[in-house]
């Protein structure tokens, strides 16, 4: 007979080499059981551990843990797609980052990840008019992780975002699938208009540590933003910026910048 380990893993591979991470993790050091216990071994999914881990981060004396963790879960059933895009984030960081080196890591110990993860929720409270509430999320995540992400803003899957401190996206941003973005980034507007006013990342885009893209502009899929750059105009796609205010210093290098996060420009690079 199969035991209960090995049918996790043969119907759910992500969350049972979780799991058996998490098991590992408590027998070197069993003085981290409790939190492991609570955030990954006490549920029997990956979207049961994600929602006990937000509504942990976010609760407060304004909205308790419980009531969080329900508004996750009925999240949750009814946008499962959701719980796709954590399970794409998820690998992405642990594909990405070289200091992941467990798909424990993200879950348990990542603002970035966990702060997309709030985000995802709060954005899709947003779509459904709950705008209080998704507000609130907003506000708890820019206070608990750092990071400040209009809940209308519109991000795809696969993002990686390394460190996660002093993030800024605005309300009509868009960013695409599979994007790796470091700290300090902003993704702002230029001025007080209302309209759409904010950057459309494309896909595979590497956005360096610093970097501030500013204005309803196009940076175009697989192109690279150098750390510390103002970009006040559209990048094509496969191109590398730099400089303030940042210009076309190259092609992109390679054709998945986001995920290879070679950040070095060419004539560098080894």
Known sequence: ????????HQ????????????????????????L???????HKSLERALSYRIAAKLCSNEMSMVVLREIVDDVYKVAPQLVEC???????VYERDAACHRLLQPILYFKGYQAIQAYRVGHWLYEQGDYDLAYFFQMRISEIFGVDIHPAAKIGKGIMIDHAHSIVIGETAVVG????????VTLGGTGKEEEDRHPKVGDGVLIGAGAKVLGNIRIGNCSRIAAGSVVLHPVPDCKTVAGVPAKIVGEAGCSQ???SMIQVLSDEQP
């Open 1 to 8: 007979m199969v035991d209960t380990q090995t049918a996790l």
């Open 11 to 34: 119907i759910d591979p992500v969350w049972g080499k979780i799991t058996q991470e998490a098991r590992d993790a408590v027998q070197r050091q069993p003085m981290m059981g409790g």
């Open 36 to 42: 492991i216990h609570s955030c990954i071994l006490h």
């Open 86 to 92: 954590s399970r794409s984030d998820l690998v992405a």
């Open 177 to 184: 699938d599979n994007v790796s973005m470091l700290h300090s």
């Open 257 to 259: 910048p986001s995920v």
